[in-house]
Structure formats: C-alpha cells, structure tokens
C-alpha cells in the first residue's frame, strides 16, 4: 500500500539520486539515471518506459487505481516519476516533452481533485511549465492549465492561457469556457480579483478584449 509519508520518502531519495548522477555529466552514470528512473516507474506501475509513453494520463491514472477511484499516492509518485524521467530524457526533446506533459497533466487532475498532495505539486508545476515553455502543448494540456490557474486564483495566468487558446485552438468550447470564465470572475469579490491580479476593470476591459479577439480568428 502506497502510503503518503513512504511515497513522500522514496520521491525525495529518488530526486537526490537523480540529481547526483546528473550533476556528474558522466555518460555512464546517465545510463545509470535512467536505469534507476525506469526501474522505480516499472516497480510503481508494471509497465514498460514505451507502454507509459503510449497510454494517455487518463488511462495512466485509470490504470495505475485499479479502474476505480483515483489512488492518489499512487498517482502522485507517478507524476514525480514521470517528471523525473522528463528531466533525465533532456537529451531527447520529444520523449522529454511527451514525459512532462504527463507528469503535468496528471499533478493538474490531483489538484483539481483536491488531493492531500497538492500542495506538495505547485513548484514541480511551476518547473514543468517552464520546461515546457518553448513548446506547443496539447489542448487537453492548456485546458488542465487553464482550469488550474484558475482554481489556484490566479486569474491573470488563467486569462494568459485562455487568449493562447483562442488564438491557436479556437472551438466552440474554448470560446464558450472563456465567457465562463469572465462571468465566475464577475462572481468574485474585488479581493479575491485583486489577489488574483486581475482587478474588476482589468476583466470588463479584457471581457472587451476576448470578444475583439474572437472577432479577429472566426
């Protein structure tokens, strides 16, 4: 049974691991990195590095719970995992990127999910999104991302996100999520806007701002 001060542990020791033998710049102890890296994902989900590349976070996460209730230790560890392995895999753009769009995927779902290791998960996201800054992410991704910000009151973040939306993804959805969005913030007290850096005159502003902009790409 994963449980979360051993999960907490073995994540910490696997970290220190990695990071020493990455630090070394040694080509062998790189092999060794990612050796240890893929034993301890095989050892959490029995699958394979290919196997875990291939299935989406949600079969991932559906997998890994045993086609029940999100196990959230074991979910968690996964995503640490995940970012690991993201990290060791620098050198090779694409599998890296595929790796942190997992890992960041299934930290989201926790988050939203309002699992007991959240708080544990908002500098390891804060690290995959700069990661994965250069790259483009899926919108599955950017929809987590959104909702995320959101949910963290970070409401300048999760506008940020939605504009990157509507510009490079532009579907019904989106647009429909966006107005949404402007009507819960309309919702908000001028602290809850305030502390999420986005003011009640910034979001009658950028409300007029979002509807030029769909203007713009329909």
Known sequence: MYKKDY?????????????????????NKIEECHQ?????LYDLTGMSEETLLKLSHKDLISIISGGKEINTEKCFALAEML??????????TGRSVDLYIKSLNIFIELILAKSSHGHNSYETINEIVGALKKYKIPKESNQLLFRYYEFMGQYDKAEDVLFKMIVTINTGEIVDEGFAF?????????????????????VIESLDAYRNLLNNHT
Not at 182 to 202: A, H, M, S
């Open 83 to 92: 970012k690991l392995k993201a990290d060791v895999d620098k050198g090779d």
């Open 36 to 40: 240890i890296v893929n034993e301890a």
């Open 7 to 27: 999960i907490m542990k073995m994540i910490e020791q696997l970290s220190i691991a990695v990071a020493a033998l990455l630090g070394s710049k040694s080509k």
């Open 182 to 202: 402007y009507e819960r913030l309309k919702g908000k007290t001028l602290v809850e806007l305030e502390n999420g850096n986005l003011p009640l005159d910034e």
